[in-house]
T-cell receptor, first 111, second 115 residues
Framework: SQQGEEDPQALSIQEGENATMNCSYKTSINNLQWYRQNSGRGLVHLILIRSNEREKHSGRLRVTLDTSKKSSSLLITASRAADTASYFCANGMGGSEKLVFGKGTKLTVNP | DAGVIQSPRHEVTEMGQEVTLRCKPISGHNSLFWYRQTMMRGLELLIYFNNNVPIDDSGMPEDRFSAKMPNASFSTLKIQPSEPRDSAVYFC?????????????FGDGTRLSIL
């Protein structure tokens, strides 16, 4: 299976705290993407980091990529109750439009 | 702009019946993807199209599943005959082909229950 893995599977924190989610993948990549899924909804793209980048920021999101370890992390700073969702990483493979998704981290932010 | 539109949002039917799921991609997007999401297996790619042509159907579980894209603005995923193990949420996504560093845009899915 090419499917990656997110870690942890579930994370519960208090509002205002930071949340860190990790992702490992198995193949060589063009990019690594993070998506959010609210309950009963489709996935929404958050941020994309290219294989030649090491860190990227977008608002309260910070993503790192370590291609030597085939891993990425997503940091959400100053979390809010509205950040409660499942978060998925997906790796885009060379020469293909396909994305391989992990099984996600379920984040709960308690008010 | 309208996002990816899927219909129906929910479908409940008895095993053995034919099920047809529908998807309208974002205008101008010429890659379309069908996924299935379950608790056990996560999000699985079933098939994807570029410019209405199926490129990779290796994720289609068996011959009971078929997908078509008759034009750039419409795709269907059909299950015939349906079985209880087909119960899942089915998502459609689209993007512009050839731009690998662009994200996929997802619809809100069809929740399918086969009794």
């Amino acid at each position: 299976s090419q499917q990656g893995e997110e870690d942890p599977q579930a994370l519960s924190i208090q509002e205002g705290e930071n949340a860190t989610m990790n992702c490992s993948y198995k193949t060589s990549i063009n990019n690594l993407q993070w998506y959010r899924q609210n309950s009963g909804r489709g996935l929404v793209h958050l941020i994309l980091i290219r294989s030649n980048e090491r860190e990227k920021h977008s608002g309260r999101l910070r993503v790192t990529l370590d291609t030597s370890k085939k891993s990425s992390s997503l940091l959400i700073t100053a979390s809010r109750a509205a950040d409660t969702a499942s978060y998925f990483c997906a790796n885009g493979m060379g020469g293909s439009e396909k994305l391989v998704f992990g099984k996600g981290t379920k984040l709960t932010v308690n008010p | 702009d309208a996002g990816v539109i899927q219909s129906p949002r929910h479908e409940v039917t008895e095993m053995g019946q034919e099920v047809t799921l529908r998807c309208k991609p974002i205008s101008g997007h010429n890659s379309l993807f069908w996924y299935r999401q379950t608790m056990m297996r996560g999000l699985e790619l079933l098939i994807y199209f570029n410019n209405n042509v199926p490129i990779d159907d290796s994720g289609m579980p068996e011959d009971r599943f078929s997908a078509k894209m008759p034009n750039a603005s419409f795709s269907t995923l059909k299950i015939q005959p349906s079985e209880p193990r087909d119960s899942a949420v089915y998502f459609c996504a689209s993007k512009r082909w050839g731009q690998q560093n662009q994200p996929q845009h997802f619809g809100d899915g069809t929740r399918l229950s086969i009794l």
